[in-house]
């Protein structure tokens, strides 16, 4: 794939990933340590693409959905279908996954691809799909990853929000080789995918 990514402009070789879970708020400033019954956990999304090796990040709380089928839906069809204008017409999307069954590997992500291609005839000619073998080493997501966490660990953080303005604070300086965008998704954003796609494809 990443060879037919080098040979063909119309092709787009995109890998995503979920990163490790975050927990909110961290406070490093405080002269004692600061104890909190519950944090806030948030998640975050990222998709890279290989050809610019540049990343968006799509972020979350545990208080806007678990991190399934149908909030990865959700984010793949943000990410495709505000991109794939700027692909140009009849393009091939490969998409790289790591082998997580509850998360990229189910019927539901595979019929929203079929989904998008039936939608988007003019703009999307072909989506393949590539997962990574169980036990595999790391690749360009978990890299991405490494900088994010790396650019947020000395830093107080309070909320999900708050995360998102600081990294683009950033974007201009040290984020600035590997970050596109980064964005919030809430409980609005995510959609019942599974429940639709299943009226549509048996």
């Known amino acids: 794939a990443e060879r037919q990514h080098s040979q063909e402009p119309s092709f787009q070789l995109i890998s995503c990933d979920v990163a490790r879970q975050y927990e909110l708020p961290v406070l490093k400033k405080l002269g004692v340590r600061a104890v909190f019954d519950k944090r806030l956990s948030f998640r975050v999304f990222g998709v890279v693409d290989e050809g610019s090796k540049k990343s968006t990040f799509y972020t979350w709380s545990e208080l806007d959905g678990r991190c399934g089928a149908n909030v990865i839906c959700s984010m793949l069809f943000e990410y495709l279908t505000k991109n794939m204008s700027l692909w140009g017409q009849s393009s091939t999307v490969a998409l790289q996954f790591d082998n997580c069954k509850g998360q990229n590997k189910n019927h539901t992500v595979l019929r929203l691809l079929a989904f998008l291609l039936l939608v988007f005839p003019e703009e999307l000619h072909t989506i393949e799909t590539h ?72």
């Open 131 to 202: 997962f990574m073998i169980p036990g595999h080493t790391k690749f360009s997501p978990d890299r991405h990853f490494a900088f994010l966490r790396n650019t947020l660990r000395q830093r107080e953080l309070y909320s999900p929000q708050h995360v998102i303005e600081t990294v683009r604070s950033l974007k201009g300086e040290c984020a600035s080789h590997w970050l596109d965008d980064i964005a919030r998704m809430d409980r609005m954003s995510f959609r019942d995918w599974t429940a639709y796609l299943s009226q549509i494809f048996e």
